[in-house]
């Protein structure tokens, strides 16, 4: 079983549809969360950012941790075309060397 | 400034050049970090500096050789390079190494002739 498991999609929605990402890990230790969304040929840019467990909101999305669950979600709401992106989730745990542990990333694409 | 920045941009070398790839952040991070991005695949960690020291290198063949000049910037130097090593090649920096945000610069496109 790998650490992180990430469905790649892709995904195709119509613009304005709310968009459900999602991750599984095994790694009871990650503490910190993070979505980073990542255009065609750009680096990945860091949309949100997570502590433990429980929802954090920024704009159109809102990002849940369930630690009990080992589960996490970015909801998108309002989808936008240009919200078409590769969404990555990475997580790493409490200690100074953790390494950040990335999903393979869902492809999204939205449709105006 | 809030930004990592990369150059170049887009690179093409032979196998027996020699050349560099840069990155640069003013945020006052202590940690820097190189990556291997190839299409459709997440990034691959390939070495951290923490505090202007080499931390972690993730088995990297020595045709690869990091260099941290300074706090600021980050160096890696590629010497006989083969066609599998063209990929997406990204700098990040975090706060710390005990901090958990990476922010990633653009990287650069390296094309492996």
């Not at chain 2, 990155?23 to 299409?39: D, I, L, V």
């Not at chain 2, 990297?60 to 006989?80: G, I, Q, T």
Request: proline share 7%; charged share 20%; net charge positive.
């Amino acid at each position: 079983q790998k650490e992180v498991e990430q469905d790649p999609g892709p995904l195709s929605v119509p613009e304005g549809a709310i968009v459900s990402l999602n991750c599984t890990y095994s790694n009871s230790a990650f503490q910190y969360f993070m979505w980073y969304r990542q255009y065609s040929r750009k680096g990945p840019e860091l949309l949100m950012y997570t502590y433990s467990s429980g929802n954090k909101e920024d704009g159109r999305f809102t990002a849940q941790v369930d630690k009990s669950s080992k589960y996490i979600s970015l909801f998108i709401r309002d989808s936008q075309p240009s919200d078409s992106a590769t969404y990555l989730c990475a997580m790493r745990g409490q200690g100074g060397s953790e390494k950040l542990v990335f999903g393979k990333g869902t492809k999204l694409t939205v449709n105006p | 400034d809030t930004e990592v920045t990369q150059t170049p941009k887009h690179l093409v070398m032979g196998m027996t050049n020699k050349k560099s790839l840069k990155c640069e952040q003013h945020m006052g991070h202590r940690a820097m970090y190189w990556y291997k991005q190839k299409a459709k695949k997440p990034p691959e960690l390939m070495f951290v500096y923490s505090y202007e020291k080499l931390s972690i290198n993730e088995s990297v063949p020595s045709r690869f050789s990091p260099e941290c000049p300074n706090s600021s910037l980050l160096n890696l130097h590629l010497h006989a390079l083969q066609p599998e090593d063209s990929a997406l090649y990204l700098c990040a920096s975090s706060p710390g190494t005990a901090t958990d945000t990476q922010y990633f610069g653009p990287g650069t496109r390296l094309t492996v002739l």
